[in-house]
């Protein structure tokens, strides 16, 4: 029996190690095919294509639980927007401008931006560590988005891609308060299905829009791995993985693994893109990874929902 247990965390562990690695993929992809697929684009159907394989399987659920949805839409559009919708579409707008390593540094943050936006909007109670933790990662944030130069900060010159990826990870802390405020009583994949189908529909008008002021892009056959990867690998994948971990080790446990997203992103990075890394990288870096083990540590159950990324 114990040894089964004992297999079973170890399986969480590595489904959470897997998670890390393909998050840090999705930044990788999204900087790699810069040029070739717009990032409004890449959203739209990398989702689509996502929907397409959780039909079959979700729909049912979905189609017995049909009440709550035509009770509950406005929530389930709220969430979706904020998740599939727009924290996706600006991860890959930020990649325009910015590098890999940049965005899974700055996503890092998540639990941090949750952390705050729970104190700001729910008056969740902040420890003094917490505090600390918050302050720490956000020093680390301003370090990073400033290149380590701090006359970047006096003259607000700032890359545009890591202000907007602020701007995505200040979504998934928003959409995180938002799922605890709303929360929805669905099933696990019931809910999943219908996060994926409304963000679609909200990406839509966006993706419709860009269509007609940029036109479209040319898909050959090489950029149909990419696709498949960002559809299934830090969709589907990751989602069912990171579930599993918080389920089975706990939230906090689970949070760990969110330092190897940026580890896994300056391997990947080094060795597609050719990035590397910098001083400003390591000192802001280490500055997060300390206000994330302040601001984690005995976290509450509900301060790391599952990830759209």
Known sequence: MQATKSSS????????????????????????????????????WRWTLALCILLPFGLPRVWRQRDIVKQRWPSLLALA?????????????????????????LNSTI??????????????????????????ALVGMLIIISRGNWHNLANLAFQPGDLIMVCAVFCWG????????????MD?????????????????PFYLGDLLLHGG??????????????????????????NHGVHRVG??????????NPVFAAVLAGLFLGEHLSLFHLFGGIL?????ILTTRQAGPSSLPASSE
Do not use: K
């Open 174 to 185: 928003f959409f995180s308060v938002l799922l605890r405020r709303q929360a929805v009583p």
């Open 81 to 105: 927007a904020f998740s599939v919708g727009a924290f996706n579409t600006l991860l890959y707008l930020s990649a325009q401008t910015t590098t890999a390593l940049n965005i899974t540094l």
């Open 111 to 136: 639990p941090v931006m949750v952390a705050l936006l729970a104190w700001i909007i729910l008056g969740d109670r902040i420890r003094l560590a917490q505090a600390q933790g918050i302050g720490l």
């Open 288 to 292: 997060i990874l300390l206000g994330l």
């Open 217 to 242: 892009f040319h898909l050959r056959p090489g950029l149909v791995p990419p696709f498949l990867y960002v559809a299934i690998f830090p969709g589907l994948l990751a989602y069912a993985f990171w």
């Open 9 to 44: 965390v170890w399986l969480a562990y590595g489904g959470l190690t897997l998670t890390a690695l393909f998050w840090a993929g999705n930044a990788v992809i999204a900087r790699g095919v810069v040029g070739e697929i717009p990032p409004l684009a890449l959203s739209f």
């Open 251 to 260: 939230p906090s446990r689970a949070a760990m693994f969110m330092y190897l």
């Open 188 to 204: 696990p994949l019931a809910f999943l299905t219908c996060q994926v189908a409304f963000g679609v529909l909200v990406i839509l």
